[in-house]
T-cell receptor, first 115, second 111 residues
Framework: NAGVTQTPKFRILKIGQSMTLQCTQD?????MYWYRQDPGMGLKLIYYSVGAGITDKGEVPNGYNVSRSTTEDFPLRLELAAPSQTSVYFC??????????????FGDGTRLSIL | EDQVTQSPEALRLQEGESSSLNCSYTVSGLRGLFWYRQDPGKGPEFLFT???AGEEKEKERLKATLTKKESFLHITAPKPEDSATYLCAVSGYSSASKIIFGSGTRLSIRP
């Protein structure tokens, strides 16, 4: 079972360039999330989705966009890369359970540098 | 606003030296408290979910406990392979589908 797969694993961008970070999961999870993790810090939520066609902002959404056209895929788009977006990006997914949250399953991350 | 604070930031132990990691949280209605392990260059790996005060869960040398204000991750007779960053996260009724993470405790076990 692949779980959550993120591509690419590493990327270097120039300031002002655009790119899409890919995330796909094969567990039929409704919920999907994008986080960023800066050195020595915890995970900060960028965007999340509770199902196909539904997305919402997290704590740090500025400079990013998402879409959720299928249950499996949840790509993250950077339109105009800035040095402040240098970080490690993690995608996660979870099932839905009424009244409580289920644990998230994470990919291994995309390490992004903006120069 | 939901908040999670973990302490200490870093902890170095000798192999076999037991200790505890702390996770203090503020949340309006706890839906779940999660512990994750994160190895360098990897995504967080789920360890435990706790839902109500007094609940305890164990896995090998790890035991997680929960009160109304904090959670502890007890590590008994740790081995070098237990070295990792341990993350605590909470989900509250006010935060809908969001989960708030602490900044983690970096645990290092010397042989």
């Amino acid at each position: 079972n692949a779980g959550v797969t993120q591509t690419p694993k590493f990327r270097i961008l120039k300031i002002g360039q655009s790119m899409t970070l890919q995330c796909t999961q094969d567990m039929n999870h409704n919920y999907m999330y994008w986080y960023r993790q800066d050195p020595g810090m915890g995970l900060k939520l960028i965007y999340y989705s509770v199902g196909a066609g539904i997305t919402d902002k997290g704590e740090v959404p500025n400079g990013y966009n998402v879409s959720r056209s299928t249950t499996e895929d949840f790509p993250l788009r950077l339109e105009l890369a800035a040095p402040s977006q240098t970080s490690v990006y993690f995608c996660a997914s979870s099932t839905f359970s009424t009244g409580s949250n289920q644990p998230q399953h994470f990919g291994d991350g995309t390490r992004l540098s903006i120069l | 606003e939901d908040q999670v604070t973990q302490s200490p930031e870093a902890l170095r132990l000798q192999e076999g030296e037991s200790s505890s990691l702390n996770c203090s949280y503020t949340v309006s209605g706890l839906r779940g408290l999660f512990w994750y392990r994160q190895d360098p260059g990897k995504g967080p790996e789920f360890l435990f979910t706790l839902y109500s005060a007094g609940e305890e869960k164990e896995k090998e040398r790890l035991k997680a406990t929960l009160t109304k204000k904090e959670s502890f991750l007890h590590i008994t007779a740790p081995k070098p392979e237990d070295s990792a960053t341990y993350l605590c996260a909470v989900s509250g009724y006010s935060s809908a589908s969001k989960i708030i993470f602490g900044s983690g405790t970096r645990l290092s076990i010397r042989p």
